[in-house]
């Protein structure tokens, strides 16, 4: 095991925590120092992937407490390393009844945009009604904590996340939408973007829709 631990790379060690888990690893002082020291140098290697610690600590149930810190450590410092943005930005989910998806999304959209972002960011989930999500920090593990309440409940009407917006007067130069885009109650997208632009009198609005099944 010394040695399978020594040959993985960051990322390697990364994939397999379930298995190394079910070894018995994390059970032996010496052993689980290694891995350790592995996640450390997944904090700056380049390539690796910290959603992937996020999955890696769900699916396999870590329960050591140090390995389950490494593993978010690595998640936070891979959302720091993303490219700056520099526009005002809204990211907006719809979290109605078949939504759960979107909000798993939602979460790491906003973890990665608010570690990159030099502006304002605001992240609103929406059925009927919308609301804003405010995390105490910048890291993945933060949004997660921000998102723990969120539930996929409710009819549909992404339009009133943008809707929110106008009437908070929350200036934003670029919008994503996260949805099936199966919109069955107004305010409707189109509409809501329309006022929006009007209301700040913006000639253009950059928006991207991220559309799950």
Known sequence: LTALVNAMSPQEALNNVGSLKSRGVFDNPDLKALVLAKLKKAESAKGVSGLK???A?????????????????????????KASIKRPTGIIIDKSFSMKAAIEVGKNLAAIVSGATEADLYVITTDLMAKEIKATGKTLTAWEKAFKPVKAAGSTSVGAGVDFLKRKKYYVEQIVLITDQGENNAPFIGDAISDYKKTFTLDELGVVVIKLP
Request: glycine share 4%; net charge positive.
């Open 53 to 55: 610690a996020k999955v």
């Open 57 to 81: 600590k769900k699916v396999s149930k870590v329960e050591d407490v140090e390995i389950q810190e490494g593993l978010d450590k690595v998640a936070d410092a891979s959302v720091k390393k």
